[in-house]
């Protein structure tokens, strides 16, 4: 265990994971807000495969606001089908785009006030289409992965994402927020996964504390 500053600590574990994690990304694939705002509904407590295994097919049938918002719902909950919760996740798309219609003219909104107003868009959401589909970066998307490993390295003591979020912007530069949440997906599928994490291969391990492994 090395004791370093702790921005110290935590910008030189960045940059080993960016090293080992050399073609980082966002993992779920869009084009567009609209889609971004449809694949991230789709996401919660699903694999992002499974979402971007669905999307192709869903985004060449529709391709704004209103072909969302008109159509049965049932026809749609029979796009997503093969997606966990797809009843809940069709009629959230659905809402979120009449409200996209009434409110903002068919567009997704770019600020999280307006984002988190959206059916099915919470804060983590709200930040993920800021950041990947308008590139504004004002907040660290906090998922299961940046969850478990914060709580890991020593980032945070808590458990609720707001707070968590708020230790990580104090402690992580705003340059690396927006690949940070790729970063700790990468490493918590490859190394760091939620039983027996694998810290003997681990490129932090050094710089780690292990909390509560
Ligand atoms: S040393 Fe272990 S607990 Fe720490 S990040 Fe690596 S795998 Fe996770």
């Not at 694939?29 to 694949?39: K, Q, R, V, W």
């Not at 996740?89 to 409110?103: D, F, P, S």
């Not at 590139?135 to 992965?145: A, F, L, P, R, S």
């Amino acid at each position: 265990m090395i004791f370093l500053g702790e921005r110290e600590r935590a910008a030189k574990i960045i940059r080993k994971l960016k090293a080992k994690y050399p073609n980082t990304r966002y993992y779920l694939n869009f084009s567009s807000p609209l889609e971004l705002l449809a694949a991230t509904i789709l996401s919660a407590q699903a694999r992002d495969e499974l979402v971007n295994s669905v999307t192709p097919k869903l985004f060449k049938k529709y391709k704004s606001a209103p072909d969302y918002a008109n159509l049965p719902v049932s026809q749609l909950e029979k796009d997503i089908k093969r997606v966990n919760f797809f009843r809940n996740k069709a009629k959230a798309i659905q809402n979120a785009c009449k409200m996209l219609i009434k409110q903002y003219g068919g567009k997704v909104p770019d600020t999280m006030e307006e984002l988190i107003q959206l059916p099915g868009i919470g804060r983590k959401s709200a930040n993920a289409i800021l950041i990947n589909a308008f590139n504004k970066v004002e907040g660290i998307v906090v998922d299961t992965h940046v969850i478990r490993l914060s709580l890991r390295l020593g980032f945070t003591r808590d458990y609720d994402p707001e707070k968590i979020e708020r230790d990580l912007m104090k402690l992580i530069p705003k340059i690396n927020w927006k690949p940070f949440p790729w970063l700790m997906k990468d490493h918590g599928r490859a190394i760091c996964v939620p039983k027996r994490p694998k810290c003997p291969e681990c490129v932090v391990n050094e710089l780690c504390p292990k909390v509560g492994v």
